[in-house]
């Protein structure tokens, strides 16, 4: 089966730092690009950040430019996200996503991990 | 950016009947390749958005055929031919042609 499981959210102060992981599983991780996308309570999906399968073509939301950094680790089968300096504009939902190459477009989501930000 | 704008915002729909929905993008989303980079995700309480149509018209595998994906440039409509209770939930247009990737600001559709 086809899956996609975060991990690693949870409670922090301001100006702290969090790392999120995103276990993949029953594909060729290696040969995805992925990307992470956030969602605050009651607000759409933001896209966040995206990185190709060999670990290339690192992208930011301007938001997160700076302070976040995607990276993976293809023989883990595991996407990260470490964020520093949270502010209490990045609490949210954080999804892992799976981007299918032909029509770009996020075909498998993960179920994503919670990042609450407060002191 | 390219800003994403839905239409409408909320939509109570009968079950049964059909449903429309707008999204209309800053610019055009048609690409290099002949494509429209335009897809559809549902987004049902308590879970991630599933992507439901891509470049504007391609149903995703395991989407019923009652979900139509249309449009070209700017303009774009999804439309459920006859709305079933289990498609309640908010339905997103997210473009793909230029980085950042946008989304619309969602559609709430509930049963009337």
């Known amino acids: 089966e086809v899956q996609l499981v975060e991990s690693g959210g949870g409670l922090v102060q301001p100006g702290g730092s969090l790392r999120l992981s995103c276990a993949a599983s029953?594909?060729?991780?290696?040969?995805?690009?992925m990307h992470w996308v956030r969602q605050a309570p009651g607000k759409g999906p933001v896209w966040v950040s995206q990185i190709k399968g060999d670990g290339s073509n690192i992208k930011y939301a301007d938001s997160v430019k700076g302070r976040f950094t995607i990276s993976r680790d293809n023989a883990k089968n595991t996407l990260y996200l470490q964020m520093n300096s949270l502010s209490n504009e990045d609490a949210g939902v954080y999804y892992c996503?799976?981007?299918?190459?032909?029509?770009?477009?996020?075909?498998?989501w993960g179920q994503g991990t919670m990042v609450t930000v407060s002191s | 950016d390219i800003v994403m704008t839905q239409s409408p915002l909320s939509l109570p729909v009968t079950p049964g009947e059909p449903a429309s929905i707008s999204c209309r993008s800053s610019?055009?989303?048609?690409?290099?390749?002949?494509?429209?980079?335009l897809d559809w995700y549902l987004q049902k309480p308590g879970q991630p958005p599933q992507l439901l149509i891509s470049l504007a018209s391609n149903r995703a595998s395991g989407v019923p055929d009652r979900f139509s994906g249309s449009g070209s440039g700017t303009d774009f409509t999804l439309k459920i031919s006859r709305v079933e209770a289990e498609d309640v939930g908010v339905y997103y247009c997210m473009q793909t042609l230029q980085i950042p990737w946008t989304f619309g600001q969602g559609t709430e559709v509930e049963i009337k």
């Open positions: 996503a799976r981007d299918d190459p032909g029509p770009q477009a996020f075909d498998i």
């Open positions: 610019q055009s989303l048609l690409s290099r390749n002949g494509y429209n980079q």
């Open positions: 029953g594909f060729t991780f290696s040969t995805y690009w």
